[in-house]
């Protein structure tokens, strides 16, 4: 089984709505994060939490939200979707390693379009 | 505005040549740097971290990083069609930093 798991992997909806994207992993990291990944714009952070009551905003958090649930779960939600949120969502863990180098693993993504 | 520099490419080898990717960084403080590898529709994917100044080796890569330059490259020896993909440069500590991303093409 995936460390990492996102759902959907695929999902299409209309101007307007309001849709989750979730996240859960099974590595025991207390850091996670989500992505966005446009062509051209690369990897860029939307939002962060390093524990389950602490969560930051990142670089482009207009727009989002998210919830941290637990440890292995964090969802984040378009409140209004526009199409200028189509875009790959990708969900990532870290926890603190050899001298303190975090490694961040990814999700397999979620494609979303918002028509 | 911490920036993470690369050359969007391609770069184009041939089957068994070395490869070559660089990346700049703008945030001396700094401490970690990664590449990942990304084949296209698909998560990133981490190759290779470094985190001191110098080489670091895993098989057919090797990662460089100077400080002093803020600089860091990816050695990918005997490339393979295989190695074909997009390959993202990372900077930071805890929150990462990620470049565009080189893509790469080994041709037979």
């Known amino acids: 089984d995936a460390d990492v798991t996102q759902t959907p992997r695929n999902r299409i909806t209309k101007t307007g709505k309001r849709i989750m994207l979730e996240c859960s992993q099974t590595k025991g990291h207390d850091r996670m994060y989500w992505y966005r990944q446009d062509p051209g714009l690369g990897l860029r952070l939307i939002y962060y939490?390093?524990?389950?009551?602490?969560?930051n905003k990142g670089e482009i958090s207009d727009g989002y939200s998210v919830s941290r649930q637990a440890q292995a779960k964090f969802s984040l939600s378009l409140e209004s979707a526009i199409p200028n949120q189509t875009a790959l969502y990708f969900c990532?863990?870290?926890?603190?390693?050899?001298?303190?180098?975090?490694?961040?693993?990814f999700g397999p993504g979620t494609r979303l379009l918002v028509l | 505005q911490k920036e993470v520099e690369q050359n969007s490419g391609p770069l184009s080898v041939p089957e068994g040549a070395i490869a070559s990717l660089n990346c700049t960084y703008s945030?001396?403080?700094?401490?970690?740097f990664f590449w990942y590898r990304q084949y296209s529709g698909k998560s990133p994917e981490l190759i290779m971290s470094i985190y001191s100044n110098g080489d670091k080796e895993d098989g057919r890569f090797t990662a460089q990083l100077n400080k002093a330059s803020q600089y860091v490259s990816l050695l990918i020896r005997d490339s393979q069609p295989s190695d074909s993909a997009t390959y993202l440069c990372a900077a930071g500590f805890q929150k990462l930093v990620f470049g565009t991303g080189t893509r790469l093409l080994v041709s037979p």
């Open positions: 939490s390093f524990d389950v009551k602490d969560i």
């Open positions: 990532a863990t870290s926890a603190p390693g050899l001298a303190g180098v975090e490694t961040q693993y």
């Open positions: 945030d001396r403080v700094s401490q970690s």
